[in-house]
């Protein structure tokens, strides 16, 4: 008896309101997005101001979002995922096997998302959820496993090609706790710790170069940071054994 072929499950029928409650959910995040670009932070991103946009009345958002805060948190998620896919065709459009370019790519594309995104930089990555959320730890750890699964793949790469990195006894110990716990939260729970405390420190850098560059500290001598920028990520190269100069598409 032959089998019985099988096929693909169709996927599952929305009901017309689960629809409009995505729909609502969309729209919602896109106002709140557009009023936090258009007030220069969050001071006046406001539910009856997101309402108005949109086009109902504030007690309809309440039935979809627990709160001002609520709408807050789920748009920073929304601007990590986007953020991600734009890292992520950067890095696709590298040559298979790269990288260097990879890296490079990625801390380019993040630059200038920030640098063109002030507002949205200033909420995910800087001080926006701490002054908003009364406790922000587990949307931290969230958009930290988001990002993780973007770079640890790359530093899991740097670990197999032979890269240098500190024995776990060179790390100081609290320090080490702190790499080891961030590790596993971030999903790199097979690399070792010294390979962990490289991702941490570089993103210390890169990190600290994106704020001079989103808040113009020392924009009189640097100007728009891109020259620094560069010089920065080549150093990393290095670091890691890479091409300090890498063909970037």
């Not at 969050?42 to 009856?48: E, N, P």
């Not at 950067?90 to 890296?103: F, H, K, N, T, Y």
């Not at 971030?186 to 962990?196: C, I, Q, S, T, Y």
Request: with cysteine; charged share 25%.
């Amino acid at each position: 008896m032959s089998p019985v072929p099988t096929t693909d499950a169709a996927p599952p029928v929305r009901s017309r309101r689960e629809r409009l409650r995505d729909e609502l959910r969309r729209e919602v995040l896109a106002a709140a997005r557009h009023q936090l670009a258009g007030q220069h932070g969050l001071s006046k991103l406001t539910m009856a101001a997101v309402a108005k946009e949109v086009g109902v009345t504030p007690p309809a958002l309440y039935r979809h979002f627990e709160n001002r805060q609520d709408v807050i948190a789920q748009l920073c998620v929304l601007i990590v995922e986007e953020v991600l896919d734009m890292l992520s065709a950067a890095v696709a459009r590298q040559a298979p096997g790269d990288i260097a370019a990879a890296l490079v790519a990625s801390t380019r594309t993040s630059l200038d998302w920030a640098v063109r995104n002030p507002a949205e930089f200033d909420l995910v990555i800087g001080s926006g959820i701490r002054s908003e959320l009364a406790d922000s730890r587990a949307l931290q750890r969230r958009m930290a496993e988001m990002v993780g699964g973007h770079y640890v793949p790359f530093f899991r790469d740097l670990a197999a090609s032979g890269i240098a990195y500190p024995a776990d006894d060179e790390i100081d110990p609290e320090l080490a706790r702190q790499v080891r716990e961030y590790r596993d939260a971030v999903g790199g729970h097979d690399l070792p710790l010294g390979v962990a405390h490289l991702m941490v420190t570089s993103w210390r850098q890169v990190y600290g170069l994106q704020c001079m560059a989103v808040y113009g500290h020392q924009e009189f001598a640097f100007g728009d940071h891109v020259a620094l920028h560069e010089d920065m990520v080549s150093s990393l190269l290095v670091r890691f054994g890479l091409e300090p100069h890498p063909t970037v598409r």
